[in-house]
Nanobody, 124 residues
Framework: EVQLVESGGGLVQAGGSLRLSCAAS????????IGWFRQAPGKEREGVSC???????VYPVSVKDRFTITRNNAKMTVYLEMGSLKPEDTAVYYC??????????????????WGQGALVTVGS
């Protein structure tokens, strides 16, 4: 079955950087788009990055120019490099798989399969 395991979360100060990893298994990774989502307490889950099978990417305005998503198909792993972190970036970050293979601005099409998430805490 589809499995996704997030890692790399931690505590950083505002302005710092962090890299998250998403290890995938149980599906044809090369045919799926992979996205990162985050959820803060009391808030809706929101998409923060997506990478398509052709490596094109989608970012919302909130993280544009600060976050970078990449994929390594040989390792079946997706990374999220986060820089210039702000306290409002504090959340649990999850990755998800999209069988449509391409990313859309509304972050639609993802399977409802979630890992344990990675907690990112940004101090002020």
């Amino acid at each position: 079955e589809v499995q996704l395991v997030e890692s790399g979360g931690g505590l950083v100060q505002a302005g710092g950087s962090l890299r998250l990893s998403c290890a995938a298994s149980g599906f044809s990774f090369d045919d799926y788009a992979i996205g990162w989502f985050r959820q803060a307490p009391g808030k809706e889950r929101e998409g923060v990055s997506c990478i398509s099978i052709d490596t094109s990417t989608v970012y919302p305005v909130s993280v544009k120019d600060r976050f970078t998503i990449t994929r390594n198909n040989a390792k079946m792993t997706v990374y999220l490099e986060m820089g210039s972190l702000k306290p409002e970036d504090t959340a649990v970050y999850y990755c998800a798989a999209n069988p449509w293979g391409y990313c859309y601005d509304d972050f639609s099409g993802f399977l409802e399969v979630w890992g344990q998430g990675a907690l990112v805490t940004v101090g002020s």
